[in-house]
């Protein structure tokens, strides 16, 4: 009810309160030569107690005070005066006033307990989340940290009784860990990037077919993989959008789509324009996701189900998060005939200047 | 054996026992300060032919001490900043650096840096033709050729590239390239140069969409590699 609230402007709310008290004095009038007049308040009071579970105090209060009024101009003898002969009259008036009053606070009231739960029970999601991450990430700096302690123990100490093939992979797993340690730590900057909120794309023109070319050829340093191919418009404009960003959501996606896929899988990236509506798909022709999992792959820190060890589930968050900070948005679909797709899409301003003949 | 000596203002110990023990099996020798404060003095004292200079020191900003540096000191400094970090970057390219290293980064990488800043530095500036691997560039005729053939080159295509060649193996920022080859009301017109850029690595590069030759420098700028 409290976000309801939220979404009505104040101005508005006044003007439903208003239409609302109008419309239930309309309905009174055909009714009070057959009824007691007293029978109206209880009408009014009605619209006082929706007025309150629907808007603002404020509003409630106007309600309350107008449909007072609209009841003693109306309905109190001599109608269509503010006068009021009777004494019980004028008693039950002031006591319409003050339940409906009373009825505005006390609902208030109510809904300032509401949301002081709801900040509490968001405190205690915090907190869950929080514990989440130190698990996950306990997990995926301590794993790295852990093999590179052990091989430089092993070179320190051992090191006469270390075989040369040994003491070169030794070496090689120092590599990968800190190269895993950087990754993991680069991830964990981009969403602390995101979650302070005070991201702002920095935009520049971009070339968005040399963009892809050069993360695809990192992705392949990276892991190692060969199975990634691109399509890339000839005819693509330049667009204006943050690079650094754009970059690091191809990356989160062919990296993922790399690590979760089988040796031989075929990874293909493509990028296409619609006016001015940059459009990216990455596919592959692994296994897909679990169809039921899918609305949560974009969740901070979550994993699949059955996935391997290894992952902080924050790549794809990040890729959502960066695409949508600039006003872009970002969907996955299993393919039906099999595999996972993401499809990137951006508004953006876009150049074809790089289309026209030399100058 | 070169045995230029470079000094190393870095304040982490691990980062530059790493620094010295890279350039001393390459046959560098080395200084090395942990503050702002010992940087200036060494420098000073002992003028070397490079300096590595870490952005982020404790007792003042690496912008700082690298403007002080180059109210006297004309040899290069590189810069070793943080992940993240385009604008420090940029600010002290523009600020009179010559290069940079973003940490964590490799040794060769170091090593290819330091090799060209030096060179740059002793560069003889009347060599007429340069050869640039696949094709090569005559600055007295003017002219480009690959494989023996001229290739033709609009006037600013020249003009960027040439900028570049003569900067081999330096950085040079987007505002820099625009200021010099367009003018200065052109430094934020940055979409004439990924233009010209992807016109000349058509050109030039064997493979315009895998450049060996120019090289993107991710938000900071382009490098010219001599293969």
Known sequence: MAILAKQITSIKQYVYCVLMVCFTVAVSTIFVNNIDYHITAFFLLLVVSVAAVLFDILPVLFTALISALAWNFFFIPPRFTFHIDKAEDLIFFLMYFVIALINAILTNKIRQAEKEFLIKEEKGNTIKLYNTLLN????????????????????????????????????????????????????????????????????????????????????????????????????????????????????????????????????????????????????????????????????????????????????????KGFVEAQKGHVTLRNKTDGGASFNINILAETSYLNHLKNE | MNSAIILIIDDEVQMRKLLQITLESNGYRFLSAATAK???????????????????????????????????????????????????????????????????????????????????????ESIPVINCGNFEIDFAARLVKKHNEIIKLTATEYALLSLLIKNEGRVLTHQYLLKEIWGPGYINQSQYLRVFIAQLRKKIEHDANRPVHIITESGVGYRFVIV
């Open chain 1, 136 to 319: 996950s990430l306990s997990h995926e700096l301590r794993t790295p940290i852990a093999a590179i302690i052990g091989a430089t123990d092993n070179l320190q100490n051992y090191n006469s009784r270390l075989t040369e093939l040994n003491r070169y992979e030794l070496v090689e797993e120092i590599s990968k860990a800190s190269f895993r340690l950087n990754q993991q730590v680069e991830n964990l900057l981009n969403m602390s990037r995101l979650e302070s909120g005070i991201l702002k794309p920095k935009k520049d023109w971009c070339d968005i077919t040399e963009l892809i070319y050069d993360t695809v050829k990192n992705v392949e340093e990276n892991t190692g993989s060969k199975n990634i191919s691109i399509q890339a418009d000839p005819f693509l404009p330049l667009f204006k959008i943050d690079k650094t960003m754009l970059e690091q959501v191809i990356y989160n996606l062919l990296y993922n789509a790399v690590v979760h896929t089988h040796m031989d899988a075929r990874i293909e990236i493509s990028a296409l324009c619609h006016a001015d509506m940059l459009e990216i798909i990455v596919e592959d022709n692994g296994q897909g996701f679990p169809p039921d999992e899918i609305k949560y792959v974009f969740d901070k820190f979550y994993r699949l189900k059955n996935s391997r060890a290894g992952g902080t589930g924050l790549g794809l968050s990040i890729v």
């Open chain 2, 38 to 124: 010992e940087g200036l003095v060494a420098a000073a004292t002992h003028p070397p032919d490079a300096i590595l200079l870490d952005l982020g020191l404790p007792d003042e900003s690496g912008h700082d001490v690298l403007i002080k540096l180059r109210e006297w000191y004309s040899n290069p400094v590189i810069i070793l900043s943080v992940q993240n970090s385009e604008e420090d970057i940029i600010k002290a390219l523009d600020a009179g650096a010559n290069d940079y290293l973003v940490k964590p980064f490799r040794t060769g990488e170091l090593l290819a840096r330091l090799r060209s800043v030096i060179k740059v530095k002793s560069n003889d």
